[in-house]
């Protein structure tokens, strides 16, 4: 008897021998943390990064699926590293931010948090003001903090996109195999916090919009490759103004359910799908009908 599990999962397909191999490991190892068993499967996989690293944090996620699923039995989630972290950003917004109104802006700027302090105090401020927290994001993402004469206004997001999206895939026309190709053509804008602190008239929109003035630019530097088309989701008890007033435009409502929840089991908040094309010819690009910028390897 064939198993029900969910054989696809960010990227990879899983063979019915993967499946029973996953499902024996979690049985030998009764004793091991979530993360440890984890790196085991990947290794006994063999599912890595291009630079031999096992992927670990995919690997997690695809394990509590199979749990959800009722297939194996994972040990207690340790959550003290979250509430540490969360207590530590929430001492320091108190001790460190300037938490003083902000109503006038002359001048917004968006800049790149790198590695190290800039990264650290951007997930504060994510993981203490924005409902959802700092998110787990696999593969390419950049982050950008929103600025005006060296005062933090907000925080953006951008990483991968999501795997399967019926409004989106029906919106762009494009094919299953074209879709496979090119998906990491399309970023979705995963994270969109503006201080609790600031009142800015149209502060969002215009971050917004100077976002997808420069993304392709940073994308195409970072990951030798520009995007074409962005996307972002927005809770259905919310109006996505900020979206509209950046002329993002409106596909439709998910189906208030998670990425790899293919049999409708575990419900979630509805959410609506905005998106927002890079260039005019975006269609043809993700098609295939057209190429999209990238850096030759060779010309470096």
Not at 213 to 242: H, I, M, N
Not at 245 to 272: F, M, P
Request: hydrophobic share 35%; charged share 30%; with cysteine.
């Amino acid at each position: 008897m064939k198993s029900t599990a969910t054989r696809e999962f960010s990227g990879r397909n899983f063979s019915e021998e993967e499946i029973s191999l996953i499902i024996e490991t979690i049985k030998m190892y009764p004793k091991l943390s979530r993360k440890e068993l984890a790196s085991t499967v990947c290794e006994f996989l063999g599912w890595l990064t291009p630079n031999g690293k096992p992927k670990v944090i995919q690997c997690t996620d695809y394990l509590s699926l199979l749990e959800q699923e009722g297939l194996i039995k994972l040990p207690e989630k340790s959550t003290k590293g979250g509430v540490r972290q969360r207590q530590y950003g929430l001492r320091n917004t108190h001790s460190e931010f300037d938490k003083s109104e902000i109503a006038v802006c002359e001048t917004v700027n968006l800049e790149r948090v790198r590695p190290g302090r800039e990264l650290k105090r951007w997930r504060e401020y994510v993981n203490t003001y924005h409902v959802l927290g700092d998110p787990h994001v696999y593969g390419s993402q950049l982050r950008y903090m929103i600025r005006s004469k060296g005062r933090d206004l907000g925080c953006l997001l951008f990483s991968a996109s999501s795997w399967a999206l019926e409004p989106r895939e029906s919106w762009i026309g494009w094919t299953p195999e074209e879709k496979k190709s090119r998906l990491h053509l399309i970023i979705n804008n995963s994270r969109f916090l503006i201080l609790p602190w600031v009142r800015v008239k149209n502060l969002a929109s215009r971050a917004l919009s100077m976002a997808a003035r420069r993304l392709q630019k940073d994308w195409l530097e970072y990951y030798c490759y520009a995007p074409v088309l962005l996307e972002t989701f927005v809770d259905a008890q919310y109006k996505g103004t900020s979206y509209k007033a950046a002329n993002w435009i409106y596909l439709g409502e998910t189906k208030g359910r998670g990425r790899n929840d293919r049999d409708k089991e575990y419900a979630l908040t509805q959410k609506s799908i905005y998106v927002l094309p890079l260039q005019k010819d975006f269609r043809a690009v993700l098609k295939g009908e057209k190429p999209f910028k990238a850096v030759n390897p060779d010309d470096e």
